[in-house]
């Protein structure tokens, strides 16, 4: 059923997974400081989602009888505008597609349906992630950065949502 190769693209995986999830919360700080609070929630449902990505990647790593090494494929980077911070990202998901399309194909090869299925159903969640991206670039391209920011701002004290 499994072989190394699968279990090195599962680790692989895990590690991409473990940065862009710190990668988001670093975004999010990042974003809570420059007041555009809405998108930082936006960034902190993202964290959530990739984190669970490497719990589902740990999880078959044990499954298959190896052992998960937490740590980042790359360090986190702050961005310093928007559009940075979504090219960066979107690069990053373009990259995760590519390396978990691979991964699925070889798990495939060998008779690893789990790993197969587990790759797939991830490359899709990376996909609906590259297409928000895109989208993001897209409207501040349009619209410019200062007016798309807009969107993302709230104004509302927390007491007054409290009540």
Do not use: C
């Not at 559009?83 to 691979?102: H, K, L, N, P």
């Not at 299925?117 to 991206?133: N, R, S």
């Amino acid at each position: 059923m499994p072989n190394d190769q699968t279990l090195k693209n599962l680790q692989t995986a895990l590690e991409m997974e473990m940065t862009a999830g710190h990668q988001y919360q670093l975004h999010a700080q990042v974003l809570d400081d420059w007041g555009l609070n809405l998108l930082a929630d936006k960034m902190r449902e993202e964290m959530q989602e990739e984190i669970g990505h490497s719990d589902l990647f740990m999880e078959r790593i044990l499954f298959l009888g190896g052992t998960p090494e937490i740590r980042f494929q790359k360090q986190p980077k702050k961005a310093d505008s928007l559009e940075e911070m979504f090219r960066m990202d979107a690069e990053d998901e373009q990259e995760a597609i590519e390396v978990y399309a691979r991964g699925a194909m070889q798990a495939a090869e060998v008779g690893d349906i789990g790993s197969r299925t587990l790759f797939e159903k991830i490359v899709l969640d990376e996909e609906g992630h590259k297409a928000w991206l895109d989208l993001q670039l897209s409207l501040i391209k349009r619209l410019g950065e200062k007016a798309y920011s807009a969107k993302w701002v709230s104004f509302a004290e927390e007491s007054d949502t409290e009540a």
